[in-house]
Nanobody
Framework: QVQLVESGGGLVQAGDSLRLSCAAS????????MGWFRQAPGKEREFVAA????????DYADSVKGRFTISRDNAKNTMYLQMNSLKPEDTAVYTC???????????WGQGTQVTVSS
């Protein structure tokens, strides 16, 4: 059973940085995608970024391109999201997820709160 645990959220001011972590256990990944999603109050969950676990190739939502960087450490089975130049509109619960090759986003963490004050 795959378990994903996020950490690193908090309360920051606009323009600050945060780094989120997503530690995976229960399985050693050799393929598929790991991704970050976020959900703000009253809004639907939206895609933030994803990274190929073996390839390292990444994809970003337009709203975070140039500010957020996704990475992973295969040896530690951990994914990261470096968030720079944070804006109040980045305030949300950030959740990590895993998608097997050819599959759907099927494993989810519990989420970590990021709050950006203006």
């Amino acid at each position: 059973q795959v378990q994903l645990v996020e950490s690193g959220g908090g309360l920051v001011q606009a323009g600050d940085s945060l780094r989120l972590s997503c530690a995976a256990s229960g399985r050693t990944f050799s393929s598929g995608l790991m991704g970050w999603f976020r959900q703000a109050p009253g809004k639907e969950r939206e895609f933030v970024a994803a990274i190929g676990w073996s390839s390292g190739s990444s994809d970003y939502a337009d709203s975070v391109k140039g500010r957020f960087t996704i990475s992973r450490d295969n040896a530690k089975n951990t994914m990261y999201l470096q968030m720079n130049s944070l804006k109040p509109e980045d305030t949300a619960v950030y959740t990590c997820s895993y998608r097997a090759a050819g599959g759907r986003w099927s494993y989810w963490g519990q989420g970590t709160q990021v709050t950006v004050s203006s």
